[in-house]
Nanobody
């Protein structure tokens, strides 16, 4: 059974940092794009960041550029999201995803085949 499991979410003060992890099991995702999305109640799921299978190409939403960093360790079948300088508006449930896509498709959630269950990130003032 294929599973993506996020961890590392929690409560943090504005300006602080968190590191999310997404461990995959059931198959290898070394040749898949890996992405992070987030969602708040009443809104659509929003793209955050994505990384190519090789790790050489990364894409970020404008709202997180310069603050968040996505990385991956294919040997561990894991993708990470380092989040620095967190803002109140970063509060959301964060989901990781995997898909056989190309860079131009990375921001569209419809291209991803596998999703985690989500981890809550809450930024307080």
């Amino acid at each position: 059974q294929v599973q993506l499991v996020e961890s590392g979410g929690g409560l943090v003060q504005a300006g602080g940092s968190l590191r999310l992890s997404c461990a995959a099991s059931g198959r290898t995702f070394s040749n898949y794009f890996r992405g992070w999305f987030r969602q708040v109640p009443g809104k659509e799921r929003e793209f955050v960041a994505a990384i190519s299978w090789s790790g050489l190409r990364t894409t970020y939403a404008d709202s997180v550029k310069g603050r968040f960093t996505i990385s991956r360790d294919n040997a561990k079948n894991t993708v990470y999201l380092q989040m620095n300088s967190l803002k109140l508006e970063d509060t959301a449930v964060y989901y990781c995803a995997a898909g056989r896509i190309v860079t131009d498709q990375a921001m569209d959630p419809r291209g991803y085949d596998y999703w985690g269950q989500g981890t809550q990130v809450t930024v307080s003032s």
